[in-house]
Nanobody, 114 residues
C-alpha cells in the first residue's frame, strides 16, 4: 500500500515562507497527478495546487503568484513552496496523489500569525 508522508509545516509570521514536502513510500509509482490540498477549521478541503505527470500545473486563484508546486514523478515526490504567506493560509495541508486510486497524506499544520 502506498503511503504519503508530508513534512515542513509550522508556524510563520505573515509575509514569511515555508516549504512543504511529500514523499511516497514507493518510488517510481507513476502517479498521474500529485497535489496539495488544505483544510481550514470549519471549511471544506480545497485544492491548493496540482501537477500532472507531464508537468502541467494548476493553482487556486488565492495562491497564484505566491505558491509554487514542483516535483519529481520518477521519485514520487512533490514540494510546495509558499511565499508571502497570509493568515488566511492557515490550515492543515494534505498531500494527494492519484493513480487509479486516491492517496492522501496525514496532513501537516501550517499556521500564519498576523
Amino acid at each position: 500500500q502506498v503511503q504519503l508522508v508530508e513534512s515542513g509545516g509550522g508556524l510563520v509570521q505573515a509575509g514569511g515562507s515555508l516549504t512543504l514536502s511529500c514523499t511516497a513510500s514507493i518510488r517510481s509509482f507513476g502517479f498521474n497527478v500529485m497535489a496539495w490540498y488544505r483544510q481550514a477549521p470549519g471549511k471544506q478541503r480545497e485544492l491548493v495546487a496540482s501537477m500532472t505527470s507531464s508537468g502541467r500545473t494548476n493553482y487556486a486563484d488565492s495562491v497564484k503568484g505566491r505558491f509554487t508546486i514542483s516535483g519529481d514523478n520518477a521519485e514520487s515526490t512533490v514540494t510546495l513552496q509558499m511565499t508571502s504567506l497570509k493568515p488566511q493560509d492557515t490550515a492543515v495541508y494534505y498531500c494527494h496523489a492519484s493513480r487509479l486510486l486516491d492517496y492522501w497524506g496525514q496532513g501537516t499544520q501550517v499556521t500564519v500569525s498576523s
